[in-house]
Structure formats: C-alpha cells, structure tokens
C-alpha cells in the first residue's frame, strides 16, 4: 500500500489566498483525520471524520478552515483567507476502524503564508 | 497548564547510550499511552503502546507507565544513530478512534557515532 498521500507537499502563498490541501487516506480505512503541526502548539487535532462523516470539527480554529470529505478516498482542508499565523505543517492521517490504536500518517503539507 | 507535557531537549548522546524520554500529564481519565517518532520532514510513525500502568518491551525499546505519578517513559537501549528522531507521546482515554488523541510537544533525540 502506498500509505497516506498528500498534496501537494509545500506551499507557499501570501496573506488572503485561498489554501486547499488535499489527503488520499489508505484504502480500507475509515477514520481520516487532520492535524497541525507548529512549534508552539505541537501537533494538534483539527478535525476527524468516520465514513466520510465529520465527527469532531472542535478543533478548527476558525471559520477560515473548512473540511470536506466527498468519498472515502479523497478529502480536503481548505483556509480561506490564508493568514501568516496559519504556517503550519498540516498532517492527514488516517485509521482503519474504531478499535484500532495508532494512526497511519501522511508525510505533511509544509505552509508557508507570507 | 497543557494536558501533556514533554521536554522539547533537544537531547544528545553517544552511540550506544540509554535513552530515557519522559511525558507527564494531568488528565488521570488516560488509559491509552503511545509513542511516536517522527523523522525530520516525516509524518509520526506509530512506535509502541501500552495500556493503563505497566511495562512493554518491544527490541531495543521499553515503555513504562505509571499512573499513579501520571508519568510514563520511552528508554532506548544501545541507541544507534537510526534513532536520531523526534519522539512524541500521545494519550486517550478510549480506545481506538472515539477519543481525541493528545500530543506531547515530542523531545528531539540526536545519537551521535
């Protein structure tokens, strides 16, 4: 299996663009989820979804950010306006079922906003 | 106060040294302990796990939990330059995936030959 794929894996925009990350979660899996890297914060829960479905969006951080999964192999991160605060190293990652412990990582979105 | 919290380092030491990376936390709901190492310009790779207090020994690499301190350890045996790495603990207080999963800042490990 090729594991998690994102893309694309930098970006580098300016303040108020419109930002879209995309995640293709390991085939079979049925939770896929967003995180945030910085070195401040760490890594951090963004949003997670169970069959397509989002179950907690509680940690997006504002209206900015929008999450989509249309199908159980695509799903999107959307910023929009971009801020210079959101640079961030932006990880899918995805998990097979509900009992399942660990998560499968992508290898990040490295975002630049200048 | 953070949920968790875990020294950044960076940590150094010579080939075939113990390590010993530690992560403390408040929340005494925690059940579910894990260790992550992360490659530079890597997403986490799951490395071992452990469930409520005890020990877990996987190779070169042994994870301790001790609840009643709200403590748990990663201890790497003959550390090996592979191993240079940061190494994140992460924690639930359910199984699998209907729990948030919380994070430690990860500490950076450096073995040098």
């Known amino acids: 299996d090729a594991g998690v794929i994102q893309s694309p894996r930098h970006e580098v925009t300016e303040m108020g663009q419109e930002v879209t990350l995309r995640c293709k979660p390991i085939?079979?899996?049925?939770?896929l989820f967003w995180y945030r890297q910085t070195m401040m914060r760490g890594l951090e829960l963004l949003i997670y979804?169970?069959?397509?479905?989002?179950?907690?969006d509680s940690g997006m951080p504002e209206d900015r950010f929008s999450a989509k999964m249309p199908n159980a192999s695509f799903s999107t991160l959307k910023i929009q306006p971009s801020e210079p605060r959101d640079s961030a190293v932006y990880f899918c990652?995805?998990?097979?079922?509900?009992?399942?412990?660990?998560?499968?990582f992508g290898p990040g979105t490295r975002l630049l906003v200048l | 106060q953070k949920e968790v919290e875990q020294d950044p380092g960076p940590l150094s030491v010579p080939e075939g040294a113990i390590v010993s990376l530690n992560c403390t936390y408040s929340?005494?709901?925690?059940?579910?302990f894990m260790w992550y190492r992360q490659y530079s310009r890597k997403g986490p790779e799951l490395l071992m796990y452990?469930?409520?207090?005890g020990n877990k020994e996987d190779g070169r690499f042994t994870a301790q939990v001790d609840k009643s301190s709200k403590y748990i350890s990663l201890f790497i045996r003959d550390s090996q330059p592979s191993d240079s790495a940061t190494y994140l603990c992460?924690?639930?207080?359910?199984?699998?995936?209907?729990?948030?999963?919380?994070f430690g800042q990860g500490t950076t490990l450096q073995v040098k030959p």
């Open positions: 990652a995805s998990s097979r079922d509900r009992e399942t412990l660990g998560l499968d």
């Open positions: 979804f169970n069959n397509n479905v989002p179950i907690d």
């Open positions: 085939s079979g899996h049925d939770y």
């Open positions: 992460a924690m639930s207080a359910t199984r699998g995936n209907t729990g948030k999963l919380i």
């Open positions: 929340n005494s709901a925690f059940q579910y």
């Open positions: 452990t469930y409520s207090s």
